[in-house]
Every structure is written in C-alpha cells, then in structure tokens.
C-alpha cells in the first residue's frame, strides 16, 4: 500500500500557529504549541520554549514539514465501514464485482445474490441511489462499471431512517469526484487473462473554474468467462428406495462488452445555493453459449435416454437516467435543504434460440425440440425526493424527507416452435406480465451528542400500492394481483465513548428492514433452462421483514467485535420442487429464521513496511419452514476468516496479499462446502507519482470453487459442482494528469438509481 504524504509549507514564521507571549523583567517568552494529526496516527504535541532579548527580534523560521502515513484501506465509523479503492492495489485491472469480492464481509455468490457479513437481499446503491435492477441486470451492470472509475465503498450494516428501507444491509458504491480546479482527470487501463480474456478501460474528467464544475465518467469493459456446471441428480419411490439417476452436464461461455458514461455539472447560484445535472448512460451485449448433456441410468445404473441441448442465447441492455438536484444552504452550518427530480428509462431485450436432441444409449437422435424466446423488458421510473437537515443547540441535529416513486414495467415473453418450415407462435408457452408500482415514503431521525454518550433515533414510514397483471391469450388464462401495504421502520442508536480521548467506544443499535420480491420473481411464467431444469416466479410472493439488535466495540482504528441477533419473518427462500423428475426453481417465503452472527475485526501494523487487515465471523444459521411438504430445517455454523496483507518494498513498490476462507454455508436448497480463494499483486508508482502500473494474480490455487448438496428435497437429492473462470493473471495502468488544488464545492447527487433495484 502506497505512503501518502503530506506537505506543509509555512512563509512566515509562527503564522500557522497559537502563540502566548508573557513578558517578564528583561526579556519575552514566546511559547509555541505545534499539533500535528492524521487520520491512523496518533496526535503529537510539542511544546518549544523560545527565549529572546527584548531587543531581539524572534526570527526562527519552521522548515518544511513532511508527515508521512499509511493510507488505510478500511475506516470503522460509527454507522458505517468506508473502503478506499485507491488503497487497493491491482483494482484498476478489475470491475465492480471483482472488486466487490475482495472486500472483507462481501460476497457474490454464482446466482449474482450479494451479501454483507452474511446478510443476504444487500441493498446496492451507486453514489447513495439504489439500482432498481434484476439481481443478473445487476451483476451486467456491475461488471460494466470499471473498478477505475470507483472512489470508495461504504459498508452499511444497520442503515438508519434516512436510507430506503428494503435490503438487509447496504452497500453503498461511490464514483471518482475530482474537485480539483481546472482541468485534471485519470486515465485507466486493465487487462485480466485466464482460460479468456477481460479489459477495463476508463477516463475520469474534471473540469472546475469559478461557479462552474463539469465531470465526466466513460468505462468501456470488454470481458469473456465460463461456468461450469456438473450435477448429480438422485431421484428415490415413495418408499425412499432409489428410483433413477440423472448425471447432467452445463456448460456455458459469456462474451460482454460493456459501455458506461456518467457525465453532468454543478452551478453555484449563490454562495449559499447550487444547481445540478446528472446524466447516465449504459448500454451492455452479451452472448451466451450454453451447452448441456443429460445421462440418465436406472436404480441398477444401466444408462437410459441421453438428452442434450444448447442455448444460443444475445442479450442487449441500454439504461437511460436523467438527475437535476437543487441544494439550499441556510444560515446555520449544517442547515440544509436538497431536492431532487429523477427520471430512468430502462430496456432489456433477450433472443434465446434453443434446441433439444433426445436419444437411447449409444443411438443415433431419434427426437428433437427447437424453439426460441423472445423477450423484451421495458420500464419508465421517475422519483422525486426532498431532504432537510437542521441543527439546533446542545448538539441537537434533525433530519427529515420524504419520497415517491412510479414504476412501470412491461415483461413480454414470446415463444416461438422452429420445428416446420416456418417459426409459429405458440401462445400456450408465451407471456405478457405488467407490473405497476408506486412507493410513498416519509422519514425523521433524531441526534442528540453528549460529552461521552451519542444518541439518534429515526422513524420511516413506507407505503406501497402494486398491481400485477399477466394479461393472458388465447390460452392462457388471464391474472393480476394487487398489493398495499404501509409499514414503520425504527432506528436505535446508542454510543458511548469509554473513555475521555475517543479510543473505544460501546455501541447499541436496533432496526427493522424489509426485503421486497424483484419483480421479475412475481412473474408467473416459466422459463425452460434446459431439458430438466425451469425458473418460474411466484405471483403469492410476500416481503420479508428483518429485526437486528447489535453491540459493538471498538478501540480506534486497530480492533472491534460486534455480536448481532437477527430475526426474519416470511423468510424468502429459493426453492426447488421436483416435478415429474424436473426441478422447477422458484422463491417461496418458507417461514422464519434466525441468525446469531459474532465478527471481530484487527489492523495490526508490526513493521513500518507491513500493514495487515484481519476479519473473523462466525454466525448460528437456522431456518424453519416447508418445501413442498417436506420439512426445512437447515442449521448450521458458519465460519469466514480473511485477511489483506500491505508490504511497502520501496517507497515506489508495494505489494498486495490477500487470502479469504469460508466453511460451509446455505445457498438456496444446498449446503456449500467450504472454499478457500488467494490473490497477490505488485504496484509501482513513476513519474513523480502520477503513474501506477499493476500486475497481480486471484485465486491462485482456482480453489474458489462451489461444491453443494441438496437438503429437504422431496423424493430426490443432487450434489452440484460449479467452477468458474476465478484464475486470473491482471494487469492495469493508471496515469493522473491536472492540477492537485482542491476546490470547496460540494456535488450532490440524485436519487434516480434508488427506483432501478428491483426490475428482477
């Protein structure tokens, strides 16, 4: 990890400090108290008794002053934990979701599910505004977004009233914002080769002079990977004797590119009062080759039909969203108003075209089944939100808003049999779902400080009005739903400063979350994967609702432990039936369960050259609930040990370790055995500092595999093997050019990503 330095430079002598001056009989007696401090180093006072004649005149110039300190990666806040991206070394080479996967407590799981400190249904923002995106649009997303472009993530365990009241957490990712006068920018490249090829690309403007700020984001990320997928399926009579076995093989290939452009500008009215613009664009291809082989054998193990197939699958996604914010400051430091107008038109398109080809043992195809999805996803967002801060006296702090939201999304699924001479439109297998929502909210929190004890509570109203509606055809039967509900969401904080200087600290915190179902899950109809695998959604689906009291120390900087009870209602579970020997996956709320979750945390620095980042969890699992009449009770402990190792070689060279361990753990309607990944990297600066080259290796071992066994299956069971393209040589390239004034004005941004969450 690179040293960062700060330089001082002082013209007159004692101006920067406090000086005392007593006179005595024949002389002055000049007492100068010098306090230098940085954020994880300690402070340093020295007091400097100069004497002089009367008649002499005190000249004594300060050199120079040069404070050089770690710039580290994690800072512990009291309601949140805050990455430095650019204390990472090799994440330029990365995007988002690879850089995500090397923080401490996040993990992205295959199903692209992103969880924090073993919290699943994470609420992700982009610069404090939630992406209401399907959990794999999502992770598209995500991927488009180079790690270059990234300034910092912020970790939000308990979310307090001000933050949207869906996720179970939040994960809150922040976009470079040079504020810089002038003209000045970043330009990154990355380059990342395993079994294929990835690169990520970015530019980073700034242009600031007088009350004008203009910036600039452009990525363009290009990336090839491969999932593969082995299962061994069992299915047994209903006696439990065994019936037949199924060995199937998945195997698909992605091909991605990527372009992301962020660009808008802030005006300052007034000295007092901004106006401001944000526009993004996003647009993402991908092809799929998907291939599978079925062997099916009987209980004594003589082999069956073969079944095989293939999915020629392009996918386009083009996102469009429009901000303008307005900012009023009032006379009060802190007493402000923000508002903003936000408008998101989003759209997705798929063409599947699949084949299945059926044959006895070791036979020539004596049946075959080509078809072809079509489906287009189109949805119009638009979010208006207010904020008001207000300080009072006593160190009394109120904040308060409110929000609505409109969305309307429009789901066609159309299917298409390709077996005769000319494709025909087969309405039986076809799909039309729209699902129109509308979210009111309103919040207040509450802050009181004291000399040692720091109290907040808040309080979120949330209402919510959706209809769904599956329009039908010809044959298939017209539904809808309709769902209200308005629920209270209470914060509790409590800090208590164990001591006068700040070094440890006690905190109590509660809040209640709710975990809305994506849309897409809503949505009835069934998708093919392949001959013995279908995703569906669930119309019945409810809200999960989350209840967490967590206590926590921490002695500044260097080491915390937190202990968390979690509870969840109508827990939302992805579950598989087994219907005539097929698995038809779908979520369903089982029921409850619980999470007791106990994770401690230490920075240790033992040599000047060496920094270290250590996190332990280990956390009770259990859930209660049924699956297709069969009882669901998985319990279990799971274990997550990680650790980021920073060696300054030189003062030019650094170099990176990292190592991550997890024991076994639920996934779904699978037990996961556990799995142990390790990445290293080098960086060298040039160029006075303006230049960092990067070359790295993850997962060296390719030990960051998934190995899962099925529980409370009725009348079947599968273990289920996934390895993915996770070994890979990187390598990136950054280069900053401008000046390094910093500017004073303050960006804010919009609330248009907050709607985009949940187009699942």
């Known amino acids: ?67 050089t300190a770690r710039r580290p990666m994690m800072i512990h806040e009291i309601d949140k934990t805050v990455v430095d991206v650019k204390a990472m070394a090799g994440s330029a080479s990365l995007n988002t979701v690879e850089l ?67 996720g179970n957490a939040v994960i809150n990712i922040k976009l470079r914002k040079n504020r810089a006068a002038g003209i000045n920018g970043t330009i990154t490249s990355g380059a990342s080769l395993g079994r294929y090829h990835g690169t990520n690309n970015s530019v980073n403007l700034n242009f600031n002079r007088k009350k004008l700020n203009v910036f600039a984001n452009l990525g363009l990320s290009t990336f090839k990977e491969y999932n593969d997928n082995d299962y061994d399926r069992k299915f047994f009579n209903a006696d439990n004797s065994l019936s037949s076995l199924l060995k199937l093989d998945n195997d698909e290939i992605l091909n991605t590119k990527n372009i992301n452009l962020n660009t808008g500008f802030d005006y300052s009215i007034s000295p007092k009062s901004s ?61 402000e108003l923000t508002a903003d107008a936000n408008f998101l038109k989003y759209e997705s398109g798929s063409n599947r075209m699949q084949g299945t080809f059926l044959s006895p043992a070791n036979g020539s195809p004596v049946d075959s089944d080509l078809f072809q999805y079509i489906v287009p996803v189109k949805s119009d967002i638009a979010v208006f939100k207010a904020d008001y801060v207000r300080p009072f006296k006593n160190k009394v702090r109120l904040e308060a808003g409110m929000k609505s939201s409109f969305i309307n999304n429009d789901n066609v699924s159309d299917y298409f049999d390709h077996n005769g001479s000319d494709p025909k439109f087969e309405p039986a297998f076809s799909n039309h779902f729209r699902y129109d929502e509308n979210i009111n909210a309103a919040y207040f929190n509450l802050q009181k400080s004291w000399k040692r004890w720091q109290g907040q509570f808040g309080m979120r109203m949330e209402s919510l009005h959706a209809e769904g509606n599956q329009l039908g055809n010809e044959i298939v039967e017209q539904s809808s739903f309709v769902k209200n509900n308005t629920g209270f969401f209470p914060s509790a904080y409590i800090t208590y400063k164990l001591d006068t200087v700040n070094k440890n600290t006690l905190s109590l915190i509660a809040v209640r979350r709710i975990s809305r179902p994506n849309y897409s899950t809503l949505n009835p109809f069934v998708f093919i994967k392949d001959e013995f695998t279908s995703i569906s959604g669930n119309p019945g689906l409810n809200p999960q609702y989350q209840y967490r009291v967590e206590l926590k120390f921490q002695h500044k900087q260097r080491y915390w432990f937190q202990l968390s009870f979690n509870k ?61 009449d069969q009882p669901l009770r998985p319990d279990l402990v ?123």
């Not at 020997?581 to 007791?596: A, D, F, L, S």
């Open 100 to 166: 995500l996967e090397r923080i401490p407590g996040v993990n992205v799981n295959p199903s692209g599910e992103i969880s924090l400190n073993g919290k699943s249904g994470v609420l992700v923002l982009i610069n404090d505004r939630p992406t209401y995106m399907s959990r794999q649009d999502l992770l598209a997303y995500l991927k488009s977004i180079p790690a270059g472009n990234l300034e910092k993530v912020e970790l939000v365990d308990n979310p307090s009233a001000k933050y949207d009241a869906e």
């Open 275 to 335: 106006l401001g613009a944000i526009f993004n664009y996003n647009h993402g291809k991908r092809t799929t080759d998907f291939n599978f082989v079925g062997n099916n054998f009987d209980a004594a193990g003589r082999p069956g039909n073969l079944s095989s197939g293939y999915t020629d699958r392009f996918d386009t996604r083009n996102n469009l969203s429009f901000n303008i914010n307005y900012l009023l400051q009032f006379n009060k430091e802190g007493h």
């Open 638 to 760: 799971a274990v997550r040990f990680e650790t980021m190792t920073f060696i300054s070689i030189t003062k030019a060279i650094n170099a990176e370790f990292n190592a991550y361990w997890a024991s076994k753990d639920i996934i779904g309607q699978a037990i996961a055995k556990p799995m142990f990944r390790m990445n290293a990297g080098v960086s060298k600066k040039m160029w006075k500092d303006k230049g960092t080259i990067r070359i790295g290796m993850d997962d060296i071992f390719h030990s960051w595999q998934y190995r899962n066994t099925s529980i409370a299956l009725k009348q079947s069971s599968f273990e289920q093997t996934t390895v993915m393209d996770t070994r890979r040589v990187t390598a990136s390239f950054s280069y900053r050019f401008g000046k390094e004034l910093s500017s004073k004005k303050r960006r804010h941004g919009g609330v248009i990503d907050e709607e985009k969450g949940r187009l699942d």
């Open 1 to 67: 990890m690179p040293p960062v330095r700060y330089n001082t430079k002082f013209s007159s002598p004692l101006s920067p400090f406090k000086s005392l001056t007593r006179k005595t009989k024949d002389m002055k007696q000049v007492i100068v108290l010098l306090l230098i401090s940085a954020l994880g180093i300690n402070a340093m006072s020295q007091d400097s008794l100069k004497t002089a004649d009367t008649t002499k005149k005190f000249t004594e110039k300060l050199a120079e002053v040069t404070v």
């Open 568 to 628: 969840f209602t109508e827990l939302i579970f992805n579950t598989t039936r087994v219907i005539d020997e097929r698995y038809v996956n779908m979520p369903e709320n089982i029921g409850k369960g619980y999470m007791i979750l106990l994770s401690s945390g230490l920075t240790a620095s033992p040599a000047k050259w060496l920094n270290t980042n250590n996190t332990l969890r280990i956390a009770r699992l259990s859930a209660r609930g049924n699956v297709a």
